[in-house]
């Protein structure tokens, strides 16, 4: 089965320090990946989505930026963070054949710019 | 342009009455449709999904959903709730044409609270 992990979990950051938040995805091939931000109160804002290796799409012009350098793991990051890049971090990853259509998410870093 | 809307930021129901969380959409073609809950400090857990088929899609923990293409609504029900149904849901829709590599639109989320 396919299993999605992110760590770490929690992070406290000054502004103006770097970033690194990672994804990984155990028992799939070729997903999907994406990283979505969740503002307090609730809603979701696709940050990034990726097809394949090394091939980044941004929704959104911000002081944040992905990578992905291997099939499975996606990677955020920041050179300078801001109070507002405070949220929870969530990375989703979407396959093909019988979970068509899918994203199934990981369970989150919530981080904290101060 | 693709959208969904939640018109509820809250819904209040009492254990083992049924519950309705409503969800309208706007695609271009055919919609594919999401139901996600989110328990605190948790991630998004998918519930159902209709791409085509049954209006009437089942799904986790006892809930279903109803499709209906003249309204273009996608309620979630279920029929007798759970004081640990609360959590906030989330409705999704996908454009079918494949616009957009596929990606989600998500609503912006209806806090259920279920009192004993």
């Known amino acids: 089965s396919q299993t999605i992990h992110q760590w770490p979990a929690t992070l406290v950051q000054p502004v103006g320090s770097p970033l690194s938040l990672e994804c990984t995805v155990e028992?799939?091939?070729?997903?999907?990946l994406y990283w979505y931000r969740q503002a307090a109160g609730r809603g979701l804002q696709l940050l990034f989505y990726?097809?394949?290796?090394?091939?980044i799409s941004s929704e959104v012009p911000q002081n944040l930026s992905a990578s992905r350098p291997q099939d499975r793991q996606f990677i955020l990051s920041s050179k300078k963070l801001l109070l507002s890049d405070s949220g929870f971090y969530l990375c989703?990853?979407?396959?093909?054949?019988?979970?068509?259509?899918?994203?199934?998410f990981g369970p989150g870093t919530r981080l904290t710019v101060l | 342009a693709q959208s969904v809307a939640q018109p509820e930021d809250q819904v209040n129901v009492a254990e083992g009455n049924p519950l309705t969380v409503k969800c309208t959409y706007s695609?271009?073609?055919?919609?594919?449709l999401f139901w996600y809950v989110q328990y605190p400090n948790r991630g998004l857990q998918f519930l159902l999904k209709?791409?085509?088929?049954?209006?009437l899609v089942k799904g986790s923990y006892g809930f279903e959903a109803e499709f209906n293409k003249s309204q273009t609504s996608f309620h979630l029900k279920k029929p007798s709730a759970l004081v640990s149904d609360s959590a906030l849901y989330f409705c999704?829709?996908?454009?079918?044409?494949?616009?957009?590599?596929?990606?989600?639109?998500f609503g912006k989320g209806t806090k259920l609270s279920v009192k004993p």
């Open positions: 999704a829709v996908r454009d079918g044409g494949g616009g957009s590599q596929g990606n989600l639109i």
């Open positions: 209709y791409i085509t088929g049954d209006n």
């Open positions: 695609v271009s073609g055919n919609p594919y």
């Open positions: 028992g799939t091939s070729n997903p999907n």
């Open positions: 989703a990853w979407r396959g093909g054949g019988s979970t068509l259509d899918t994203q199934y």
């Open positions: 990726s097809v394949g290796i090394g091939q």
